[in-house]
């Protein structure tokens, strides 16, 4: 069977219903991976308490967070590569289905266990629906314009969960514990079950056979599940983790040898000769992983170095996820009057600046002159990158390749992120620890010097952008 006969297109009446109900799908997608996201940073905030009620333990605390970013990024391809062969709507509801059964069970757990392996079910729900959402709106909204700016709201969702999750978890963790933060999810989900049927298109798969690549699916898992893993152990043994790192590495090469010989890869490797996508994920795998790791630290930093309370680290990220909100649409108005390139080296050049405004705090550093300025540049910055960024990497890609080249898309940021919180801590740590006594202090000199290295980065990321990534002001016109 052919890649192109995947899936079959709707009707008549098909097609028609889901013009109606674009509003509608686009609100439900956006709110789906806004939950997604928000899921990241909301159970961050609780994570204290969560340590004394279930007797969690330092490690157990860890694997809290490791293990829903295990089931996460590990399964990304192959949820993306379901959506294409099965259907987008059905694995987007199997993945919500999964994601609050899961959210409810873990917020009955009484003991470690059960909550750890639910985080890793809310991870494995959430990689068969980030794919599934992006290619839903990449395949349901044809034209271009309409499309782009579907993609800026999506984008804002997305790029605003870390900010709007701080501040919802402290919210529900002061007033109503850290279990809240787990049932919040249960209505959203069911919510959006019955919403799926009524808002979005049926994709129909033929009735021939299908094929899949077993070998891509085990070695791919594998392969990300020992990065990922070993990227997150950096901190407690950097022996371990290197070794975990280094086998990480190892399967995936032999995955992608793999899928050059395959005759119906996972991923298929060609879709790299499109320079527009390539270079898009390159540029996903950095900015990425550097704004993630800034807010990661910079919300440490309000709560160790200048001991705030969890309620209020989350309202002082509140101009963040504000500012992202606003310039996602404002940046996909903006691609279809100039240039999408122009958009993205804009917002990669305001992330960079913002950065550097952070990299400049200290432990007296106020609120307003000292966190404020950083903060909206880097929420304007990351919302038009990450809005045109996700435009160039699904351009030109042919539909029935959407839901990989989303799931190809959600991988380089999730690893990206693992990458840089194991790099940016712990050189945060390092200097901190060579001041001598963990003061608010020296504290502070260590995220300075992460935030720096941050601003390295994401300048070199901008430079990237302006350079390599295609000019042409439509993304499908990019590729050829």
């Not at 990304?76 to 959506?83: K, M, Q, T, V």
């Not at 959402?133 to 969702?157: K, M, P, V, Y």
């Not at 501040?167 to 019955?194: C, K, S």
């Amino acid at each position: 069977m052919s890649e192109a006969g995947a899936l079959d297109r709707e009707s008549t009446g098909g097609q028609s219903t889901a013009n109606r109900n674009r509003p509608g799908a686009l609100v439900l997608l956006c709110g789906v991976q806004l939950m997604l996201l928000l899921d990241f940073s909301i159970v961050n905030v609780a994570l204290p308490s969560m340590e004394s009620s279930v007797g969690l333990g330092e490690h157990g605390t860890q694997w809290v967070v490791s293990a829903y970013a295990l089931g996460f990024g590990s399964l990304l391809l192959l949820g993306g590569r379901l959506s294409d062969l099965i259907g987008r709507r059905l694995m987007l509801v199997v993945g919500v289905t999964a994601f609050g059964a899961a959210s409810l069970v873990a917020g009955l757990a009484t003991v470690p266990g059960l909550l750890i392996a639910m985080r890793a079910v809310q991870g494995v729900g959430a990689s068969l629906i980030a794919p599934a959402a992006l290619s839903l709106i990449t395949t349901g909204f044809t034209d271009e314009t309409q499309r782009n700016r579907a993609l800026g709201w999506f984008s804002a969702a997305t790029a605003s969960g870390f900010a709007i999750g701080v501040l919802l978890g402290g919210i529900l963790t002061q007033l109503a514990g850290w279990r809240a933060v787990f049932f919040v999810n249960v209505p959203l989900t069911a919510l959006a079950v019955l919403a799926s049927f009524r808002v979005l298109p049926a994709t129909r798969s033929t009735t021939g056979p299908r094929t899949y690549d077993l070998p891509g699916v085990l070695l791919s898992a594998a392969g990300f599940v020992a990065l990922i893993y070993g990227l997150s152990q950096v901190q407690d043994n950097g022996t371990r983790a290197a070794v975990t790192i280094a086998a990480g590495v190892v399967l995936l090469v032999v995955f992608v040898v793999v899928e050059s010989r395959a005759a119906a890869p996972l991923v298929p490797l060609g879709i790299f000769r499109n320079r527009t996508l390539s270079v898009a994920n390159v540029a996903s795998f950095l900015i990425p992983g550097v704004m993630g790791t800034t807010a990661l630290q910079l919300s440490l930093f309000l709560q160790q170095v200048q001991g705030r309370s969890a309620l209020g680290t989350g309202f002082a990220f509140l101009p963040l996820g504000l500012s992202v909100a606003v310039a996602g649409p404002a940046a996909a108005i903006a691609a279809g009057k100039f240039r999408p390139k122009i958009v993205c080296v804009t917002g990669g050049a305001l992330v960079t600046v913002g950065v550097f405004l952070l990299s400049r705090i200290t432990a007296d550093s106020g609120y307003a002159a000292g966190v404020l300025p950083g903060t909206i540049l880097m929420g304007f910055g990351f919302a038009a990158f990450f809005a045109t960024a996700t435009m160039a990497a699904t351009a030109g890609v042919p539909e029935q390749l959407q839901g990989i080249a989303g799931g190809l898309l959600n991988t380089f940021q999730q690893v990206g992120t693992a990458a840089f919180v194991a790099i940016l801590v712990s050189l945060a740590t390092q200097r901190t620890q060579s001041l001598g006594a963990p003061t608010p202090a020296h504290q502070a000199a260590g995220f300075q010097t992460a935030f720096t290295v941050g601003t390295v980065v994401a300048l070199v990321t901008t430079a990237l952008i302006a350079v390599a990534l295609p000019g042409q002001k439509s993304g499908a016109e990019a590729i050829n």
